[in-house]
C-alpha cells in the first residue's frame, strides 16, 4: 500500500487519522518531538522520526533519511494553542506559535516535497475556525492560523499536482482542547465537542477522494 506521514500522530486527532491509515493497510511515518514520543506511537507499520518543530532549522537534518522516498500524503495535524490578548501576550509565546503552527509546516513540506512530487500526493493541513475568524483573546493562535490557511493556498497555486486540503475543525474533544478550556476558565465538555475521530473521517475522505476531484477546504463544526 501506500505511504503516507502524519505530524501529531501521537494524540487527538492525529492519533485517529494514523489509526484509520492503518486500518486502510497504509504505511506511516510519524513525525515526533522526543524519543519517548517516538515509543509511544510505535506499531507495526509505523516508522518514527523524532524531529523538533520548535526548531525549524533542525528539520531538514531530522528528516534527511526520508529524501529518496515516495509518498502519498503529508497530514499536518501538530500544533499548540496558548491564548491570550494582544495586551497581555509576550513575544516569545507569538514566536513559539508562529513557529511551530506555520513555520515548521512550511519546512517539513518544503523538504518533504520531492517525495511528494513523486507520489501526486495530498497535503492536508489541520487549521481551525480561529483561520477562518478572530475572537478576544485568540489573536496570536488566529493570526498562526490564517497564515497557514495563506501556506495551503500558496502551496496549492505553487504545486498543481498535489492536492493541498485545509480542514477548519471546530471544538474537538482532545487534550489540546482541555487546554484551552483551562486558559478559558472553563470546564471541559466533551459531549459538546466534535468526536477526533470524526475529524479524522473528514481527513481519511479528502484524502481518498477520486483523483478527478480536490477538496480544498473543508470547515466542521460540531452540534453540541
Known sequence: MSTYVITGAGSGIGAEIARLL??????????VRSEQRARDVAAPGVRTVVADLEQPETIEGALGALADETFAGLVHSAGIADLGTVAETPAAV?????????????EVTRVLLP???RGRAD??????GAGL????????????KHALKALA???RAEEPELRVTSVY???????????????EGGAFESE????????????LSALELPADSHVNDVSVRSRG
Request: overall charge positive; aromatic content about 6%.
Open 94 to 106: 507569538w514566536s513559539r506559535t508562529l513557529t511551530v503552527n506555520v513555520t515548521a509546516v512550511a
Open 123 to 128: 497535503v492536508v493541513l489541520l487549521n481551525s
Open 169 to 183: 475543525p471546530g471544538r474537538t474533544a482532545t487534550a489540546m482542547q482541555r487546554g484551552v478550556r483551562e486558559q
Open 22 to 31: 492503518r486500518a486502510r493497510g497504509h504505511d506511516l511515518v510519524a513525525i
Open 192 to 203: 459538546r465537542y466534535s468526536d477526533p475521530a470524526t475529524i479524522a473521517g473528514v481527513v
Open 115 to 117: 517525495g511528494l512530487r
Open 133 to 144: 475568524r478572530t475572537s478576544p483573546g485568540w489573536t496570536a493562535y488566529a493570526a498562526s
Open 153 to 155: 493556498d500558496g502551496l
